[in-house]
């Protein structure tokens, strides 16, 4: 089993759907980060969260610690969404935030107009 | 401010070869992290280095090494290429130090293809 799962794989929607995207993880953390990544490779870190929520124009990030889960919502979805959406978590080691990122598999979400 | 540049964007080998890949993290930031991405088995991580130190390093052969320069510029090496070696190779940069929690800001990374 990997140690951070992401649902759904692949997901459609139209122009101006709620999206959400789930990540859930096994090991102790000290952050959890959502990352877009577009055709052709390049990253964009969107969100770094240790505890509650986040919000960056229509993206929503939130984290619950005890449950080890984490959810990012994208409200009013437009075309310029589609990208493949990765669930990262950087691992608990010894107390401190040494440890290396690990990654679910990503979705990849098309939007349609 | 500029971003974390790699270099260099594409690269074709031949099996056997060895390669050497270029990170230039932004300026200010000590940590440089690399991590391999394939269409099997996703992103994984492969090193981190902090201050000229490697901080941690994830399961991948002793094929591939690192290290870091007094600027914080990186690079990593791969030796006796194999096929399976073909990849999106991704470095990241942070400010993060010991007791800091910093984001990750991602260079465009080289697809190395192996022939």
């Known amino acids: 089993k990997n140690e951070v799962e992401q649902s759904p794989q692949n997901l459609t929607a139209q122009e101006g759907e709620f999206i959400t995207i789930n990540c859930s993880y096994s090991?102790?953390?000290?952050?959890l980060h959502w990352l877009q990544q577009h055709p052709g490779g390049g990253i964009v870190s969107l969100f770094m969260l240790s505890s509650g929520k986040k919000k960056h124009g229509r993206l929503i990030a939130t984290i619950n610690i005890q449950e080890k889960h984490s959810s990012l919502h994208i409200t009013a979805s437009h075309p310029r969404d589609s990208a493949v959406y990765i669930c990262a978590v950087k691992r608990l080691v010894n107390g401190g935030s040494q440890g290396n990122l690990i990654f679910g598999k990503g979705t990849k979400l098309s939007v349609k107009p | 401010k500029a971003g974390v540049t790699q270099t260099p964007r594409y690269l074709i080998k031949t099996r056997g070869q060895q390669v050497t890949l270029s990170c230039s993290p932004i300026s200010g930031h000590r940590s440089v992290s690399w991590y391999q991405q394939t269409p099997g088995q996703g992103l994984q991580f492969l090193f981190e280095y902090f201050s000229e130190t490697q901080r941690n390093k994830g399961n991948f052969p002793g094929r591939f090494s690192g290290r870091q320069f007094s600027n914080s510029r990186s690079e990593m090496n791969v030796s006796t290429l194999e096929l399976g070696d073909s990849a999106l190779y991704l470095c990241?940069?942070?400010?993060?130090?010991?007791?800091?929690?910093?984001?990750?800001?991602f260079g465009s990374g080289t697809r190395l293809t192996v022939v």
């Open positions: 090991v102790g953390i000290s952050a």
């Open positions: 990241a940069s942070s400010l993060e130090g010991v007791g800091r929690r910093g984001g990750y800001t």
